[in-house]
């Protein structure tokens, strides 16, 4: 009876350790929810079914723990597909899903991209619900490390890219 209890203990601690390095995921609407009462930057992770490196950057960069605890402290955390059919409203907006001949995309997707529908891509708002930058392709836990720590407050507004990278501190394990 005592290797059973102690075997649940195990496996329910196991199980309490995995829960704790996921992004905690939401909806796009959930995030401005969110925002209104405790504003956040929101991450938008922009991928569609179809796309390899979208999956890679789900099992690396997004499982890495050090990731994972920084998003979750500091960001609403959206995953949107690109090609997703459910309708979005932001900004009095409501934006659809089109599908003209072959090609197919998310309204809001195409905004948030600009057009240029790259997968992965990353979109950063601000508290204000602004999109400040989309950064487009596959991104390495090392460098999106720091992508997430610029975007995070508003130093990027009167800090260069180049500056910030070169006096940033890496927290990875």
């Excluded at 992965?120 to 989309?134: K, V, W």
């Amino acid at each position: 009876m005592r290797k059973i209890i102690l075997t649940a203990f195990f496996v329910i601690s196991a199980i309490a350790v995995q829960a704790q390095e996921e992004v905690n995921w939401i909806s796009f609407e959930k995030a401005l929810e969110l925002n209104k009462a405790t504003p956040k930057p929101i991450l938008v992770d922009l991928y569609t079914d179809w796309c390899g490196w979208c999956k890679v950057m789900d099992t690396t960069t997004y499982k890495n723990k050090t990731i994972v605890k920084f998003i979750n402290k500091n960001y609403y955390a959206v995953k949107m597909d690109g090609e997703g059919k459910k309708d979005i409203t932001f900004k009095g907006k409501t934006f659809k899903f089109v599908k003209q001949g072959r090609s197919k995309y998310h309204e809001l997707a195409a905004a948030i991209l600009k057009g240029k529908m790259s997968y992965p891509s990353t979109a950063f708002f601000n508290t204000n619900e602004d999109l400040i930058q989309a950064v487009p392709g596959y991104i390495k836990e090392k460098k999106f490390e720091k992508i997430l720590a610029y975007f995070k407050d508003d130093g990027y507004k009167n800090t260069p890219w180049p500056d910030f990278e070169k006096n940033f501190q890496s927290k990875l394990e």
